[in-house]
């Protein structure tokens, strides 16, 4: 009686699959499977090959050009052990090799699993210890910088008709591009684009995007001014200030989903809170940072910072006279505290010299205006 041993047919044409055996016979040249009710396969050791299923690396397969798509699988790492043994030298040599390769890497990938875990648990120990700002930001880091302009086109932001003129557009561009010099490196593409609209506001969306409205570009009194408007939203995409806000929106159990599992999981998560980028509204510390962060980016382009306290100091005034359903103001809660940050920060480095930016800015505030007057139908 030769040595058989329970193996599994896999892919066979004729449908040929339950159990079947294999039988090693002393000095033979080929593996014999037999099933009940069906002819012998035969795997002739001189043509056999064998794999680890790659689903699963303790399996090995075994085919033979003969038997086409047609694979036995050895379940049974003993089972492989003895036929391995009962085959060829030659072909036991290499089963063997592939066998402990197999191994290797079954326990080089669960290792790789509990450190994942371990991680995981840390950060959730450490949000627990150190916070909910803490696990947010561990959120945050785990989102990778390309999901974020998906997400923001995922949020359907449908604002108002761009403005197309070019003389405005040239002088936004020139503004914006004295800011990213600074920023070579940034893993952001930024796209600033003017929406014709009387209000006076500014938003970044995460992944780069920054909408200026006609309004703001009409009331800022120095291309400076708008400048300090840009360094301050560029700071909100580049802190990931957006991705922030929609995290949290998630709340601890999406918190949990994103710490403890893969980005698809994290990506199917975010994006059902996208719509929500809308209505996002910064934290107070939010804002500060981008406050100061866009103070420094604004001394390091060499633009003075007398402009943004500017434009702030105005329209924090301006927000108590009037009634503007939406300003830079109201988004941007002005307080007393905020410009006297501001102030000292500014006041704490060497004022750059003026800039000559080349543009006539009555024109283009004027081309602003026009394009935001509204239409009579
Ligand atoms: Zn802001």
Sequence with gaps: MPDSYFVTVLGHPAGRGGPTLAMALPQSNALILRAVGAPDLRLPYAEMTIELDPADPERVLLGAPGLGETRVAVDDRRIAEQLAALAPPEVGARWRTLQDRGRARRRFGARARVLALAAAIVALAAGFWFGYDALVAYAVSKIPVRYESRLSALSGSAEG????????????????ARLLQT???????FQVTVVADPRVNAFALPGGRIVVL???IAASESPDELAGVLAHEIQHVLRRHGLNGLIRKLGVQGLFVIALSGRGAAAEALKSVAPDLLNL??????????????????????????????????????ESGTTRALNFASDHPTSRHRLEVLESLAHAH??????????????????????????IP
């Design 214 to 216: 006609s309004g703001l």
């Design 183 to 189: 920023i070579p490196n940034s893993p952001y593409q």
């Design 281 to 318: 509204r910064f934290s107070r510390a939010q804002e500060a940072e981008a406050d100061r962060g866009g103070l420094e980016l604004l001394l390091t382009s060499n633009v003075p910072a007398a402009g943004m306290i500017d434009f702030f100091r105005r329209q924090s005034q301006d």
């Design 350 to 375: 060497p004022a750059p010299a003026p800039v000559d930016w080349g543009l006539d800015w009555n024109d283009v505030r004027a081309r602003c205006r026009a394009a935001s007057a509204p239409k």
């Design 161 to 176: 008709p761009q403005v197309k003129d070019p003389v405005v557009n040239a002088a936004v561009q020139h503004v914006v």
